[in-house]
């Protein structure tokens, strides 16, 4: 397919050839090739707007560095490819390139700002948990704690894309909720539904994510939620989290 589009003189045709020769060279371990595809498609794209294709091979190559454990270069490319999404509102775009920050951030020791950055990959791209997200949770569950980790998945599913962002780049914080986390027994003061819909909240999953798994409405998800708000005497989903998970 690429001598095709060398032939033609189809400078986007090569660029996607390479974008795909590249993946497929780092699926396979060749980061070398990888690297050299990426960087042939960056160079076709420059001089069209494409601001996507661009931010997949800077992506790549970022991704490719974290393979290479080069975390200087890796944080270089990713910065690109982050703030060329947002500038461009590539929702998506934003949330597969904050599931690479949370992996460059635990790999340079921060697995505070790993965990709130690959909620917040979940939660925006709109998918579940998977193995590379367990990836980036295991070392901080290991340092920081299981109720650490469950408050901060919580936070981080909480932000918005901009705020996210400005975790990713600028290393800001989610604000602390109004109220601290108080510990509440376990108690009769939830229902049973309740209960079952705590245990989701605590996952990090937001309402609809919630409505779909127990085939429920959200009005009906947000009312239950605003009970238990009520009735456990807190502000936030992010105290519900702490005290589902400190009484595990």
């Not at 095709?4 to 980061?31: C, K």
């Not at 605590?202 to 009520?230: K, Q």
Request: hydrophobic residues 45%.
């Amino acid at each position: 397919m690429l001598s095709v589009h060398e032939e033609l003189d189809n400078h986007y045709g090569q660029s996607l050839a390479h974008i795909g020769l590249a993946q497929v060279a780092r699926r396979s371990g060749d980061l070398a090739a990888a690297r050299r595809h990426y960087d042939a498609g960056l160079r076709l794209l420059r001089h069209i707007d494409a601001r996507q294709h661009i931010v997949s091979c800077l992506a790549g190559l970022g991704r490719v560095a974290l393979d290479e454990g080069d975390l200087t270069e890796a944080r270089a490319r990713l910065t690109e490819a982050l703030t060329l999404s947002r500038d461009a509102g590539l929702r998506a775009g934003i949330a597969r390139r904050l599931e690479a920050w949370a992996v460059l951030v635990a790999a340079e020791g921060d697995h505070r700002r790993a965990v709130l950055l690959a909620a917040a990959a979940v939660t925006l791209g709109g998918r579940q948990p998977d193995a590379r997200t367990e990836d980036v949770l295991r070392p901080a569950r290991d340092r920081l704690g299981e109720a650490v980790v469950g408050v901060l998945w919580a936070e981080g599913a909480a932000m918005t894309a901009e705020q996210a962002v400005a975790c990713a780049l600028d290393g800001e914080l989610p604000e602390p909720p109004a109220r601290p986390v108080v510990p509440v027994s376990r108690d009769s003061r939830l229902t049973a539904r309740e209960r079952e819909i705590a245990e989701l909240v605590a996952r990090g999953l937001s309402n609809r994510a919630i409505a779909e798994e127990l085939v429920i409405s959200p009005a009906t998800v947000a009312r239950h939620v605003a009970n238990m708000l009520a009735k456990l005497g807190f502000s936030t989903r992010t105290q519900i989290a702490a005290w589902v998970i400190g009484g595990r």
